[in-house]
């Protein structure tokens, strides 16, 4: 297959909208298919490819044994939890999957569980974030249950023990039970960072994004590779994470509290609320 020409995916590279095309059509628009040397071509197709999801692998794999059919799993997982059973599931190492919004997330959550928002790009950071060892208990606005299941399933992880009955309604008596994640307004943010004792300010987006345009003094550890480089990070020490918007910082948030870093918070709105509220950011300088 010729790579194809227009917006770029995780699945490949400037794959194009078009579903049909012609080899002359291709070889005059298609960047890959200008004359070049083999090294040159490697280089081109090559650039700016973001990091392939972890699960990839492992769906290169499942795809060649026999697997459940999707309504199958289904089937299987659609199971209501009680909130004690819950619980005696995260006892024994289950990952907690609440898949809220970032702004309800950060409200009130279950202590430990981990947000990553469908209304984001679910399967690919679930694919990232959590791993195939442990069993996924869902967490999700009642109702939404089965599209959290099925859009997990349709990246091979079909070892879903079942949702929280009622969401995050059966807390509501459980106070002791809950946490929540500070999300600072951007000016507060600023003046927060200006302060005697500041937080460590952190980056979870990627190169390529920092590359363009961050703000001063952060640390930079894409979300992709956060869990390799906690034990580098300071729990005596606030932590403050922005990404573009607060999709990807909730996510970063919630695996760090779930590692035991008792004081972190997000700029809500992450970079883009930043830049709106005026204030500055480091801008790349041009090549000469």
Known sequence: MYPAHGAGSLCGKALSKETVSTLGEQRRSNYALQPMSKEAFIQVVTADQPDAPAYFNYDAVLNSEERPTLDQALAREMNPLTLDRVLDLQAQSAQI?????????ASAHLAGSINIGLAGQFATWVGT??????????????????????????????????????????????????????????????????????????????????????????????????????????????????????????????????????????????IAGWEAAKLPVQIAQPSP
């Open 97 to 105: 999957l609440d898949t809220r919004d970032p702004a309800e997330f």
């Open 129 to 270: 974030v959590l791993d195939r060892k442990h069993p996924i208990v869902i967490i999700a606005t009642p109702g939404r249950e089965n599209e959290a299941a099925i859009r997990l399933g349709r990246i091979g992880f079909d070892h879903v023990a079942g949702y929280l009955k009622d969401g995050l309604h059966s807390l509501k008596s459980h106070p002791d039970l809950t946490a929540a994640t500070e999300r600072l307004s951007a000016p507060f943010a600023a003046d927060v960072l200006l302060s005697p004792q500041p937080p460590l300010l952190i980056d979870v987006r990627t190169p390529r994004e920092r590359d363009l345009k961050h703000i001063a003094g952060s640390l930079a550890i894409p979300l992709n590779h956060l869990a390799e480089n906690m034990e580098k990070l300071p729990k005596d020490r606030p932590l403050l994470v922005y990404c573009a918007g607060g999709y990807r910082s909730s996510i970063a948030a919630s695996l760090l509290q779930n590692r035991g870093f008792p004081r972190v918070s997000e700029i809500a709105g992450g």
